[in-house]
């Protein structure tokens, strides 16, 4: 059994499986997931688990070359986004309209579905290389 780390057996074969640029999403629950995209369920009640708390479990495993968020949260979400930007203030973050953020879910190698039910709390996680 692992005694660190991610523990749940999904998100950590998703990791161990990227390659430089794969991308993982982590989601809002109201995102619109395709039907044939892996789609990961870690949500348990509206707000559980949140948004921040699944970002930070899977960046802890994962090397991060940047990240992309929809241009809609800066607005909608000021909170959100603040306290991301200031999470990951060394990490490069791209912004994209939030359809062109939709357009891309088929592209990710899985989306991690929160129990996050604020406005545009959705990320485009792109995979580093630790070398």
């Keep these: 059994m692992k005694k660190s780390g991610i ?10 499986r990227l390659g430089h640029t794969d991308t993982v999403i982590i989601a809002d629950c109201g995102l619109p997931i395709p039907e044939d995209t892996r789609c990961i369920d870690v949500s348990l009640t509206i707000g559980t688990p949140s948004f921040t708390s699944v970002l930070k479990a899977v960046t802890t495993d994962m090397e991060l070359e940047k990240m992309t968020l929809a241009n809609e949260m800066k607005d909608t979400n000021q909170s959100l986004h603040n306290e991301t930007k200031g999470q990951y203030n060394n990490i490069p ?14 592209e ?24």
């Design 93 to 106: 973050i791209t912004y994209i309209p939030h359809q062109e953020l939709k357009s891309k879910l088929k």
């Design 7 to 16: 523990l749940n057996r999904d998100i950590a074969a998703v990791l161990a």
């Design 108 to 131: 990710a190698k899985a989306i991690i579905r929160t129990g996050e039910a604020t406005p545009y709390a959705n990320v485009i996680l792109h995979a580093g290389v630790i070398f």
